[in-house]
T-cell receptor
Framework: GQNIDQPTEMTATEGAIVQINCTYQ??????LFWYQQHAGEAPTFLSY????GLEEKGRFSSFLSRSKGYSYLLLKELQMKDSASYLC?????????????FGKGTKLSVKP | EAQVTQNPRYLITVTGKKLTVTCSQN?????MSWYRQDPGLGLRQIYY???????DKGDVPEGYKVSRKEKRNFPLILESPSPNQTSLYFC????????????????FGPGTRLTVL
């Protein structure tokens, strides 16, 4: 079976740094995505990792370790508008490259 | 403007009454996908399509049908809806998981909130 785990909820303070972890056990792997979803809205793409290491994009960074089945999303200089759910998703490989498995999401609340 | 559109945005229906949720994209994307999102379960893939006339089951295909007769449209069909299909549905599209080396961004439609009584 496919399994992706993320914490259900997290709280952080405006201006701080927060790390959201994601671990996965899947039958294949061809990349890991992070999406942001505000309440009542559609998910929007944040980052993509397929090789080990850190990808930085402004205030957001994403890290991947394929050997550990582990990724994290790092949000720096938190702003109130960062309050949202963050979804980790794994793309399978081979003939299932169209198959994207999502975690249940981490609801982040940013407090003043 | 590049976008994915879904219709209707909201629908209340009754058990057994066939319905279709339309999805259309104007970005010439090859890959399209349908998801449902339920509290505590997250986003789950229903069906996906790698190109015209090519569709595959995702994780929760039971009770749904899709077709991809043309590149821009990917309708989701519920032949006989049941209350357990009450959910928030998202359509998404991207260039191609294979041609783009997997790094393609999926663009999501605004969602369709379906209630089956």
């Amino acid at each position: 079976g496919q399994n992706i785990d993320q914490p259900t909820e997290m709280t952080a303070t405006e201006g701080a740094i927060v790390q959201i972890n994601c671990t996965y056990q899947t039958s294949g792997f061809n990349g890991l995505f992070w999406y942001q979803q505000h309440a009542g809205e559609a998910p929007t793409f944040l980052s993509y990792n397929v090789l080990d290491g850190l990808e930085e994009k402004g205030r957001f960074s994403s890290f991947l370790s394929r050997s550990k089945g582990y990724s994290y999303l790092l949000l720096k200089e938190l702003q109130m508008k960062d309050s949202a759910s963050y979804l980790c998703a794994v793309r399978l490989d081979g003939g299932s490259q169209g198959n994207l498995i999502f975690g249940k999401g981490t609801k982040l609340s940013v407090k003043p | 403007e590049a976008q994915v559109t879904q219709n209707p945005r909201y629908l209340i229906t009754v058990t057994g009454k066939k319905l279709t949720v339309t999805c259309s994209q104007n970005m010439n994307h090859e890959y399209m996908s349908w998801y449902r999102q339920d509290p505590g379960l997250g986003l789950r893939q229903i069906y996906y399509s790698m190109n015209v006339e090519v569709t595959d089951k995702g994780d929760v295909p039971e009770g749904y049908k899709v077709s991809r007769k043309e590149k821009r449209n990917f309708p989701l069909i519920l032949e006989s809806p049941s209350p357990n299909q009450t959910s928030l549905y998202f359509c998404a599209s991207s260039l191609s998981p294979i041609l783009a080396g997997g790094s393609d961004t999926q663009y999501f439609g605004p969602g369709t909130r379906l209630t089956v009584l």
